[in-house]
């Protein structure tokens, strides 16, 4: 009986200092081994062997990219302005054993490294600044973290700065401004658009008007050739048929009510050549007749008419018949 439990305490020993002996290192991470208290090797991903009781293998330590978080830092800008600043940092550990024996807590030197050149590149510029170059601000950033963590073993990837926050009436008066210069390129737009809209406007009367003008001109020019044209056609037909002094009588005859015919007529004097003209075609019809008549006397010029609507002037520098009262003329 006691022999199976010595046997079985050996079998137990035995794989204990098995475990101890062969290790598996996983992918994408990395061990330290110290033998007798002192670096000895870096254990790479895959199967190993190390000496029990002599060697010993530190946490596993892990090589992919990994991503921290700092809670909001208070920073003060150039024009005295307190901002919190959140950071999100990206890091690689690249050699485990200068993360492990060159620095004792990677992340806290990390963070207090972040948030000292945060301070640094933030103090030499406004917030405007800040607010408008976040690039430039991360890669200054990302140069100072990589040159100081560079001996740790660790290499900053990327640093971003997620948000930057300035004080409620800085943002208040922010966004008056923003408002304020919206309203102003809203106004100049509108003036741009009515400027243009009158100067097309203006253009378009000025094409319409040049149209309209020559129009006018061809529209003339073209009357005037008809009416040429016509004269010219009328005056030939006089000349080839050549009327006698009968039918140029009537066509006088026809034009007298036209030219009475208007509305600031208001004094009608018949011309001496009515008489002529209408014994000429008395005698015309006399002739069509077969009977010839004496031609009539010519008749006295007819007394011009006054006008009802005409004044007392023009009443009296009409010619007044002899009163039987007067005076025979000397």
Do not use: C
């Amino acid at each position: 009986m006691a022999g199976l439990i010595v046997l079985a305490v050996v079998v137990l020993f035995l794989l204990f200092v098995a475990a101890r002996t062969i290790r598996i290192i996983p992918q994408a991470r990395a061990g330290v081994v110290e033998r007798l208290g002192r670096y000895s090797r870096t254990l790479n991903p895959g199967l190993t062997i190390v000496i029990p009781f002599i060697d010993k293998v530190k946490p596993l330590i892990d090589l992919r990219e990994q991503v921290i978080t700092f809670a909001p830092q208070p920073v003060i800008t150039e024009d005295n302005l307190v901002v919190q600043i959140d950071t999100v940092l990206y890091f690689t550990i690249t050699d485990p054993k200068s993360v492990t024996y060159e620095v004792a807590n990677p992340l806290q030197a990390i963070e207090q490294l972040t948030v000292t050149t945060l301070r640094n590149v933030i103090g030499g510029m406004t917030l405007e600044d800040a607010l408008t170059s976040r690039d430039n601000i991360n890669t200054q950033l990302r140069v100072v973290l990589d040159e100081a963590t560079g001996r740790w073993g660790i290499r900053i990837a990327r640093v971003e700065l997620k948000s930057i926050d300035p004080p409620g009436s800085i943002q208040e008066a922010m966004e008056k401004q923003m408002r304020a210069e919206r309203d102003r390129r809203a106004t100049i737009l509108q003036a741009e658009g009515v400027k243009q809209s009158q100067i097309l406007t203006a253009q378009g009367d000025q094409q319409s008007a040049v149209l309209r003008a020559q129009g006018e001109r061809e529209a003339a020019i073209l009357r005037a050739e008809g009416e040429a044209r016509a004269i010219q056609t009328v005056f030939t037909a006089i000349h080839e048929g050549r009327p006698d002094r009968e039918l140029l009588s009537y066509q006088y005859l026809q034009m007298l009510p036209k030219l009475a015919d208007g509305q600031a007529s208001k004094v009608f004097v018949i011309p001496s050549e009515f008489t002529q003209a209408l014994g000429g075609l008395g005698n015309a019809i006399g002739n069509a007749m077969g009977g010839a008549t004496p031609p009539a006397p010519p008749a006295p010029p007819a007394a011009p008419t006054p006008d009802a609507d005409a004044g007392p002037e023009a009443q009296r520098a009409l010619p007044q018949p002899p009163r039987p009262t007067d005076p025979p003329a000397a």
